[in-house]
């Protein structure tokens, strides 16, 4: 599976942002679509999946109720829409297609294909 995550940029606290990863190769059935962001000296953290399938997502806490994804099937793109944005949610954001048959899988490891990293810069 080849990614392609876009739409980065600076905005100011509070406002919005969709970032937008394209998917090519492998079908995405069975897998689940991840988003992981990093900022310099800290780990890189999970912001939420969707299992392509059914649509299901999930989200840890951090993002809940401000972060959502969802995906245009029929043009293999995946969006995540930032809301309420924070200064720190800034950081590198990468999509990830999961191995198969996983359930909303929220490691990194789990994820064999990334796309590469697009800046979020949020302004306070």
């Known amino acids: 599976v080849q990614l392609q995550a876009f739409g980065g940029g600076l905005v100011q606290a509070g406002g919005s942002m969709r970032l937008s990863c394209t998917a090519s190769g492998r079908t995405l059935n069975s897998r689940s679509i991840g988003w992981f962001r990093q900022t310099p000296g800290k780990e890189q953290e999970f912001v939420g999946t969707?299992?392509?399938?059914?649509?299901?997502?999930y989200y840890p806490d951090s993002v809940k109720g401000r972060f959502a994804i969802s995906r245009d099937n029929g043009k293999d793109i995946v969006y995540l829409q930032m809301n309420s944005l924070k200064a720190e949610d800034t950081a590198v954001y990468y999509c990830?297609?999961?191995?198969?048959?996983?359930?909303?899988?929220?490691?990194?490891?789990?994820?064999?294909?990334w796309g590469q990293g697009t800046q979020v810069t949020v302004s306070s």
């Open positions: 990830a297609a999961s191995g198969v048959d996983l359930v909303l899988p929220t490691m990194s490891r789990q994820y064999p294909y």
């Open positions: 969707m299992k392509w399938t059914s649509g299901s997502t």
